[in-house]
């Protein structure tokens, strides 16, 4: 979602409208996932898994009347047709990148983040002057319940707010080292990729990596919301935007691995904060796959150039939901579910890990 520049320039959009693509609605039946035969090559790099890699069924199918909300409806609707790929072996990192590691990565280069740059009146020409500080976009509940098709009434382009200062500038890191680091766009996650050694997943690789060799479930975990009443994920409880109640232990962004690990020992593959992928988006990407007569995409890479209809700006994939996803809103906690994001820009609940393909 292009909030910085939505809020920049004023403008109000409708998230939640329907997007169509030329396949149409219906999905395939998920096959078995076949995973890459053989042992990680070589040991480990630190914080970091081996992924096999294999044969999967990409995409998420409608979901059934026990979970049809309109959040949910919504949230597949760029997901289909459901399709087979194929991903090489990969190492990920275990969890996102934290804020101590991101720490390092500025304290290293010097590095200063989009958000911490003053927006300038050649790059938003339209733009009120009063706008034009250095700062970016912040989850700010409302007092009272508010119309669920006007996502600027929860979200504020904030003064300060940064990386180093997450919710503006009375935040700031103390006791949160372990926490996702958030507020950085994709450029900021590309550089500290780029210097770590490492990448950005593709859209295929994160989902591979995140089924964690089970086919076709609506969780990472299963197809149980809360098997035996228990919390998998840091999401939203309680009326949203108003309140979060923090049932599942957390109101707001939780440091990383507090909840179950995958099936692959992965983290925070679904809530807690969105992880940016390497492809541009596109809502269409998976019918098109299957206009070409693609019966298995090998390493997909993504369209090559991203296209949405309701904005002009470049946009990647986000994956995983993070701790705003809520039945009432967005159900993006469901494998296979999509996200995007202007590459400019970050917010307080979207994050990123890295992967490589190589011994470090």
């Known amino acids: 979602m292009n909030l910085r520049h939505l809020i920049l320039f004023a403008f109000v959009a409708n998230p939640m409208v329907a997007l169509l693509h030329a396949a ?15 042992k990680s090559p070589g040991s480990a790099p630190k914080g970091m ?3 096999p890699g294999g ?45 101590e590691e991101f720490t390092k990565f500025v304290k290293a280069t010097g590095y200063v983040t989009v958000a911490e740059i003053t927006p300038t009146k050649e790059q938003f020409p339209t733009a009120p002057p009063e706008n034009l500080v250095a700062g970016s976009v ?6 009272q319940a508010v119309p669920l098709d006007d996502f600027t009434q929860w979200w504020s382009y904030v003064a300060g707010a940064n990386w180093r ?30 210097w770590a050694g490492k990448r950005l997943p593709t859209e295929a690789e994160w989902e591979f990596a995140a089924r964690g060799g089970l086919t076709g479930k609506t969780y990472f ?42 099936g692959y020992g992965l983290y925070d593959m679904a809530g807690n904060a969105w992880q940016w992928c390497s492809d541009w988006y596109r809502p269409d990407y998976y019918a098109r796959l299957k206009l070409e007569g693609i019966q298995v995409a090998r390493n997909p890479q993504g369209p090559e150039s991203s296209y949405d209809p309701n904005d002009t700006t470049p946009q990647k994939v986000q994956r995983g939901g993070s701790f705003l996803c809520t039945d009432q809103y967005c159900t993006r906690y469901m494998m296979g579910t999509r996200g995007k994001g202007d590459i400019d820009t970050g917010n307080n609940h979207v994050g990123f890990r890295c992967v490589t393909a190589k011994q470090l």
């Not at 289909?80 to 990148?97: A, C, E, L, N, S």
């Not at 912040?138 to 007092?143: A, D, I, N, S």
Request: charged fraction near 20%; proline fraction near 11%.
């Open 165 to 194: 200062h997450p919710t503006g500038s009375n935040s700031d890191l103390k006791g949160k080292e372990n926490y996702p680091v958030v507020q950085v766009s994709y450029k900021d996650a590309e550089a500290y990729a780029k």
């Open 138 to 143: 912040v989850f700010t509940p409302p007092k």
């Open 24 to 38: 149409g609605p219906e999905a395939s039946p998920f096959l078995p996932t076949v995973v890459n035969p053989g």
């Open 221 to 262: 975990w299963g197809d149980e919301f809360r098997p035996n009443g228990k919390w998998m994920a840091n999401i939203y409880e309680g009326q949203f935007p108003v309140k979060d109640t923090g049932e599942d232990g957390y109101a707001g962004l939780a440091p990383v691995a507090q909840f179950p690990p995958n």
């Open 55 to 99: 044969e999967f069924s990409m995409g998420c199918k409608m979901p059934s009347a026990g979970v049809c909300t309109m959040a949910t409806m919504n949230a597949v609707n760029d997901t289909q047709p459901i399709h087979r790929v194929y991903v090489d072996g990969f190492w990920m990192d275990k969890t996102d990148v934290t804020n």
């Open 49 to 51: 898994l081996w992924i």
